[in-house]
């Protein structure tokens, strides 16, 4: 008798989703400044229920979210670009990873400026 286990088949391998389809997590960041800006200073229409106004929050930040994950796709190509451009070569894979890093922190500002904080009409503007 074998120490070992009779082999057994291997399953199928699977292939896994593209990033491009799966639903991005969702950044606490953009669901609290979401939140805020629809709850306090551009309000909600009060005879929505509560389980609605969750469903148009939700919906707003998985809009966000996307446009900031493809935003921040361009702007980390872009990047990248430049700096093989200024150093004669492909940057390392930890260098890629920052610039990337650095390209999601810029889409995720940029995107809840256009998208959102500028929805807020200033009073004194007029």
């Not at 809840?112 to 500028?118: A, F, M, Q, R």
């Amino acid at each position: 008798m074998s120490r070992f286990p009779t082999r057994t088949a291997r399953p199928h391998r699977a292939h896994a989703c593209m990033s491009e389809t799966m639903p991005p997590p969702v950044d606490p960041a953009i669901h609290r400044a979401v939140q805020t800006v629809y709850t306090t200073d551009l309000g909600l229409p009060e005879e929505w229920t509560q389980a609605h106004r969750a469903d148009f929050i939700d919906a707003e930040v998985d809009k966000i979210t996307w446009m900031a994950r493809a935003t921040a796709a361009t702007l980390g190509e872009r990047s990248i670009q430049d700096w093989t451009r200024r150093h004669g070569g492909l940057p390392n894979l930890s260098t890629q990873s920052a610039l990337r890093a650095q390209a999601r922190a810029q889409a995720v500002r940029q995107v809840l400026s256009t998208e959102l904080y500028e929805l807020i009409i200033d009073p004194d503007a007029n």
